[in-house]
């Protein structure tokens, strides 16, 4: 298998467009499959629990890459082709994760971002989630982000979102999960249904 790639996130305030056809995407999308060192296809969706937060993973075969097309003509085009789809504010996320994000093609993908509450405690939630992406098999990765190595971003594959809380009810991962919180800063968690998109 080729190596892990660096994976662009972007969590955005949606459009009303977006939120009724995602699909308005589908231009930008066109623009960026044919940069050089994209992976496709680009992975997005609303998120499930409030549909006015949206989410776009694209993922590189380096930062240098990414930043390549930041700096090429086509940017300007690109960002006017991302506008109809975003409705107020967007944060973009790089993260290297532990190992390839298949939870991008389940049903369900949850998106966990946390931040250390002290870099001293780095060595021990590194172990717990590395438990926890081996105990699913890798279902679940984990990276620390590029533009703070103290913000973690986690993604985790489901088959649905009650099927994510069923199993961390259970005694091993909420005993784990308890003392993961205790260490870091719930930023965000919530869960989205990604579609796909190849490109042209």
């Known amino acids: 298998m080729s190596t892990v790639p660096t994976?662009?996130?972007i969590i955005f305030d949606t459009?009303?467009?977006f939120r009724?056809?995602?699909s308005i995407l589908r231009p930008a999308f066109d623009i960026v499959s044919?940069?050089?060192g994209v992976r496709a296809p680009v992975y997005t969706g609303t998120q499930i629990e409030n549909p006015a937060t949206g989410y776009i993973f694209l993922n590189w075969d380096s930062l240098a890459h990414h930043r390549a097309v930041m700096t090429s003509p086509s940017y300007g085009p690109l960002l006017e082709?991302?506008?109809p789809a975003i409705g107020g504010s967007s944060k973009m996320h790089h993260v290297i994760f532990n190992d390839h994000p298949i939870a991008f093609q389940q049903p369900v993908t949850e998106v966990l971002v946390i931040t250390l509450k002290d870099p001293s405690h780095r060595a021990e939630v590194y172990e717990i989630l590395n438990k926890m992406s081996d105990l699913t098999k890798k279902m679940l990765v984990f990276g620390p982000t590029v533009e703070d190595e103290n913000v973690i971003i986690l993604v985790g594959g489901w088959q649905s979102v009650e099927a994510h809380w069923e199993t961390v009810a259970n005694p091993e991962p909420k005993a784990a999960i308890e003392r993961l919180f205790a260490l870091v800063?719930?930023?965000h968690l919530f869960h989205v249904a990604l579609r796909s998109y190849e490109g042209k």
């Open 7 to 9: 994976t662009e996130l």
């Open 15 to 17: 459009s009303e467009e």
């Open 20 to 22: 009724k056809d995602p």
């Open 34 to 36: 044919k940069a050089d």
């Open 81 to 83: 082709a991302l506008k």
């Open 185 to 187: 800063t719930k930023d």
